[in-house]
């Protein structure tokens, strides 16, 4: 399996990609919103777009799949209950679909709630897994539940589904997010030294040779992993006293994901 991070250096800070077989040659866009700099890439590795993946319904996501679709017919992938609301969508998958791309290439589906209630990541069925999160999981961050998700969900989906996952797990996510939410992992968790670290060595990284974290660094730097944390939880009773000294998990996630929500 080949990669392909496709930086769009945009308002929105999507990042796009390219997974492609090495035998065929065949390669899955996934939330290809700058068509023309995935159509590039493909050409420049000599690959061919013979499907796109839409993790949710997303203008930002799914906003070139009309032009990839009439230069190469691709079809379009999405979650089943999103059909209706992703352009020229051809394909509903759900927990457990695969996707293949070329002869070598198998993606599993995960049905993943929170963002959207249409939500899917992909895992890469590797030696070393990796997820193509959307906006469900970025890195040292979790997505908001503005536009059609809710939170309740979003804790669900990682606390059953994503902490359950390879710590080895390479992470791809749907935007460029790394320094601001490293900047909340320590407005909540002042000594964690190695959100310090990278904040340091990374505040003025290039997107376009963007950091690959993995689900093990997350569970480091990613405060929506952290929820036991004695710090963090402290932190949170100084601006939620109601939560007692023995919040559970679920209700420190959702305080965090408040919080974010206006930080």
């Known amino acids: 399996m080949i990669v392909e991070q496709v930086w769009t250096a945009n308002a929105y800070r999507n990042f796009n990609y390219l997974i492609a077989c090495p035998e065929t040659g065949d390669a899955l866009a996934v939330d290809p919103l700058d068509y023309r700099k ?35 017919g691709a079809k379009v992938i999405a979650h089943s209950n999103a059909k209706g609301r992703i352009p020229k969508m051809t394909q509903g998958v759900g927990a457990g679909s695969i996707i293949k791309v070329g002869k070598t290439v198998e993606l599993e589906c995960l049905d993943t709630p929170g963002h959207t209630m249409s939500h899917i990541c992909v895992l890469s069925h590797t030696e070393q897994p990796a997820l193509f999160s959307g906006d469900t999981l970025f890195n040292a961050g979790a997505g908001n539940c503005h536009n059609g998700g809710h939170p309740n969900q979003l804790y669900e989906t990682f606390a059953h589904q994503l902490e359950q996952l390879d710590e080895n797990t390479l992470i791809y996510p749907g935007h460029d997010y790394l320094i601001n939410n490293l900047r909340f992992t320590l407005d909540r968790e002042p000594s964690n030294e190695t959100a310090k670290r990278m904040l340091t060595e990374y505040e003025d990284h290039d997107p376009n040779k963007a950091l690959v974290t993995t689900l093990a660094m997350e569970r480091k730097i990613n405060t929506f992993f952290r929820l036991k944390n004695p710090e963090v939880i402290r932190y949170l009773q100084g601006q939620f006293p109601e939560i007692g000294d023995s919040p559970s998990e ?5 305080r965090l994901r408040e919080l974010r929500n206006k930080w």
Not at 52 to 62: A, K, R, V, Y
Not at 250 to 254: A, H, I, P, R, S
């Open 250 to 254: 679920k209700t420190v996630f959702l």
């Open 38 to 72: 995935c159509l590039h890439s493909a050409t420049e590795n000599g690959w061919t777009i013979t499907q796109i993946l839409n993790t949710h319904e997303h203008g930002d996501h799914t906003g070139g799949n009309r032009a990839i679709v009439k230069k190469t």
